[in-house]
């Protein structure tokens, strides 16, 4: 695809719809239905705001996946780290934690009593507190996808190379690739194809995607998050069903190569290793989370600080999980808008800004 007029060029836009419904029509003429789960919270996000959905033909859906590092990371990770806070430590995060509901609390509740909650645009903030004040701990909430391990990682790396030694992670890292084998070996979630996320994708290579495509015949299409990019994406999903392939098509290759970004795995892997991991609403995953190294404990804050990431208690009534499976349309929770809203969050799908609740929430998608 040229980008001659940039990435919202209607003549361009209008070519490729024109090739979807093309594609929507050969399908429905063989009968066939087809749910894409684009896995991305950046693109459930996209979709919403650009109105993609409307533009499917019959019997196309796109469903949203899990991935909101936010909306999976588990209550019982935001109950240890204000915890910690309440312990007089300092914490430093990323701002869509801070209205994530925890079993009792929030950090934002917790930061309003006096707890030091520090929001950062950036992993180096932590090293510039930790030198600003040596005789404190600070606490970085290492939440996120490949996309977000790489930067706290070379974050870590710096305090390691300078002797910081009032830096800790408490750690919630989540991969992608397992949780995309998990869904598709849930018997009670149909998914025909992913549209792939693109930034992790720059991380971990389109590679990545060949055992879902060779395994499981499910088409894997990487792309990037303009309009024009996730229509691409779309048509080359449904022109790979039509043909009845499964192929890994990269889509996104001004960004994503076929191996990822070796410096950052190498990076990952050095500090690094394989987890079973919590996912809010999904249970635990085995090997799907990242926790740092025996030879860095000293930075891992629930081994240097004794803290507990103890079971949590979610609010029953909230259908996260569901949503995050796919199984559940935001619209279809009964909270849906009414209890639960951006500015009263019953759960974290509806805090973050790449969350599914909130995506529709704000584009109205009902
Ligand atoms: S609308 Fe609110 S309560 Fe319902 S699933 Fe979404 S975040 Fe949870």
Known sequence: MKYIDGFRNPAAAAAIRGQIDAWGKTLAAAGRRVAIMEVCGSHTMAIARYGIRDLLPAGVSLISGPGCPVCVTPTQYVDAAIELAERGMTIVTFGDMLHVPGSQSTLAACRSKGGRIEVCYSPARTLELAAAEPGREIVFLAIGFETTIAPVVSMLDVAVQRGLRNVSLLTAFKLVPPALHALLT??????????????????IGADAYLPFAAQYRVPCVICGFEPLDILYGIEGVLGQVAAGEARVDNR????????????????????????????????????????????????????????????????????????????????????????CTPDHAVGPCMVSSEGTCSAYFKYSEQ
Not at 186 to 203: G, K, Q, T, Y
Request: aromatic fraction near 6%.
């Open 186 to 203: 849930d018997p009670e979630i149909r998914i025909d194809a992913f549209l792939c996320p693109a930034h992790v994708s720059a991380i």
């Open 252 to 339: 996104y290759a001004r960004v994503v190569t076929h191996g990822g970004n070796a410096q950052a795995l190498a990076l990952m892997d050095r500090y690094l290793r394989p987890v079973d991991a919590a996912w809010r609403g999904i249970g635990t995953i085995p090997a799907s989370g990242l926790g740092l190294r025996e030879a860095f404990a000293a930075y891992d804050a629930e081994r240097r600080h004794g803290v507990t990431v103890a079971l949590g208690r979610e609010n029953p009534a909230c259908r996260c999980g569901d949503v995050l499976k796919g199984k559940l349309r935001p619209p279809e929770c009964p909270l849906f808008g009414t209890a």
